[in-house]
Structure formats: C-alpha cells, structure tokens
C-alpha cells in the first residue's frame, strides 16, 4: 500500500483557499460509532481551524453508511451549502454485505457528484479490521476526517 506507515492529515493553512462565508455540511454514520465519530471531530476541528465559522458547519447524523448518500442528497436539495462531507465506516465481515454497502454508497456518491454543482467529499473508511479504521481516525494513518475537510475546502474553491 502506498500510503503504509505515513500520516497524510497534515495540512499548510496558509496554502489553501480563504473559506470566511462558505457553508459545508457533514453527515456522520452512527455505525461504527467511535471510528466515525474520531473522523467527524478531525473534520469539523479542520474546517474551524481554517476559517469556516462554527454556524456556517451543519451536522447532520445517519444511521449507517448507505444512509449518507440520501442524507447527502436531502442536505443539497433543502440547505445552501457549498460542499458536502458524508463519513462513514464499514468494516469487512464474514459476509457479501460490506460489498453491497461499500458499492452502494460509492456509486450513490459518485452519481451525486456527477449530477449536482456541489461536491460531496467521500470519507468512507472501508476496512478489512477495527484496527485498520482505528488506524485511519486518528491513529498511526491520521485522520481521514482531516483529510476530508481540507478535499472540502479545496472543492469549493475549484472554480477560481
């Protein structure tokens, strides 16, 4: 894996956009609470840290991941905002279902960026164990949650 053994949640403030006014909407799976809620947390500290004001950052929770691509979809259809952040977690089990989930919301996420002006930012951990999503939410991998709120920031600022 390219990415074994380096943390890639760090970030240059001063290198991205001025986000002051922008609005972004993120939407948390309750599934697999303690790793998506590590991953939310690391989004919104970003997002705040690079000057997106605390009332301009609408929260939203799901109950699972495949959920997030309707929350996702709803959030675009009945608020103004200007990006998306979906985050979520399913980890492999002994059955096809992690394929269906995993499928199905990256298709889901994928059309909706397709289709609509605004982007929605994957942040979907799909892991083969606890430890890896651990790992991925704030451990030896960083904080995909980061990650997702510097992709955000730096989608709105595309058109420019």
């Not at 922008?22 to 989004?43: D, P």
């Amino acid at each position: 894996m390219a990415t074994e053994n380096k943390n890639l949640s760090t970030y240059d403030k001063a290198a991205l956009p001025q986000v002051k006014g922008k609005s972004i909407g993120v939407i948390t799976s309750r599934w697999n609470g303690e790793i998506t809620e590590n991953m939310r947390k690391g989004a919104v500290e970003t997002l705040l840290d690079c000057g997106i004001l605390p009332e301009d950052i609408l929260q939203w929770q799901v109950p699972g991941a495949f959920e997030l691509v309707n929350g996702a979809k709803r959030m675009l259809l009945s608020k103004s905002v200007d990006a998306v952040i979906v985050i979520g977690c399913v980890i492999q089990g002994e059955t096809k279902h992690f394929d269906f989930v995993c499928q199905g919301v990256t298709q889901g996420i994928a059309y909706l960026n397709a289709t609509q002006p605004v982007p929605v930012i994957f942040c979907l951990l799909t892991d083969n164990t606890l430890q890896q999503s651990i790992d991925r939410s704030g451990g030896k991998h960083g904080n995909k949650g980061i990650e997702a709120a510097i992709t955000a920031i730096q989608m709105i600022d595309l058109e420019k």
